[in-house]
């Protein structure tokens, strides 16, 4: 059974930087794609960031692009997601999600693709 934990979320001010960090188990993820999706109580969970595991490759929501990166550690099954240049408006709860692969670039971007999801940390972002 896969297993995502979620951590390092936490209160900033605008402009400042927080790294997201998603430990995952239970599996060899090498053929999986790993997301982080975001949520608040006016709307439906969005996409974020992906990444496809084998290759690296990575996909982001124009929102966050040049501010986000996401990344992984396989020594340690982890997958990372920097946020710098933080803003009012990246307030939510964030989501890690995994799913074994193959994947268009649509599903990476699609949160019903995803069969496994952590427990989600918030992030909150004064201005």
């Known amino acids: 059974q896969v297993q995502l934990v979620e951590s390092g979320g936490g209160l900033v001010q605008a402009g400042c930087s927080l790294r997201l960090s998603c430990a995952a188990s239970?599996?060899?993820?090498?053929?999986?794609?790993m997301a982080w999706f975001r949520q608040t109580p006016e709307n439906e969970r969005d996409f974020v960031a992906a990444?496809?595991?084998?290759?690296?490759?990575?996909y982001y929501a124009d929102s966050v692009k040049g501010r986000f990166t996401i990344s992984r550690d396989s020594a340690k099954n982890t997958v990372y997601l920097q946020m710098n240049s933080l803003k009012p408006e990246d307030t939510a709860v964030y989501y890690c999600?995994?799913?074994?692969?193959?994947?268009?670039?649509?599903?990476?971007?699609?949160?019903?693709?995803?069969?496994?999801w952590g427990q989600g940390t918030q992030v909150t972002v004064s201005s």
């Open positions: 999600a995994a799913d074994r692969g193959p994947h268009t670039t649509v599903q990476l971007t699609t949160g019903s693709t995803y069969d496994y």
């Open positions: 239970g599996r060899t993820f090498w053929r999986y794609a």
């Open positions: 990444l496809r595991w084998n290759d690296g490759s990575t």
